[in-house]
Nanobody, 118 residues
Framework: QVQVVESGGGLVQSGGSLRLSCAASGNIFSMYAVAWYRQAPGKQRELVTTITNGGQTTYADSVKGRFTISRDNAKNTVYLQMNSLEPEDTAVYFC????????????WGQGTQVTVSS
């Protein structure tokens, strides 16, 4: 069982920055792909960004050029650097850690709140 813990959320003004962290337990972190999702009040959870175990990344159009995902396998941690934040980025951000072999593990954190004021 892998434990996933997000941190780094908070309240920031429009145009500001935050860095979220996703820390996972276990010692084979390099075998997991990681994704960040977010869910705003009254809306469905949406995919924000992903990073494969090899470091390849994808981004939703709404965050391209503003958000950057990275990983440090030695620390079992994935980071989400969020710049030029907008009120529309307000949501609970969830980290998903998924083993590269389907069926060998898919884990979620409890989420961290990001609030961007205008």
């Amino acid at each position: 069982q892998v434990q996933v813990v997000e941190s780094g959320g908070g309240l920031v003004q429009s145009g500001g920055s935050l860095r979220l962290s996703c820390a996972a337990s276990g010692n084979i972190f390099s075998m997991y792909a990681v994704a960040w999702y977010r869910q705003a009040p009254g809306k469905q959870r949406e995919l924000v960004t992903t990073i494969t175990n090899g470091g390849q990344t994808t981004y939703a159009d709404s965050v391209k050029g503003r958000f950057t995902i990275s990983r440090d396998n030695a620390k079992n941690t994935v980071y989400l650097q969020m710049n030029s934040l907008e009120p529309e980025d307000t949501a609970v951000y969830f980290c998903n850690v998924r083993h590269v072999v389907a069926g060998l593990g898919n884990y979620w954190g409890q989420g961290t709140q990001v609030t961007v004021s205008s």
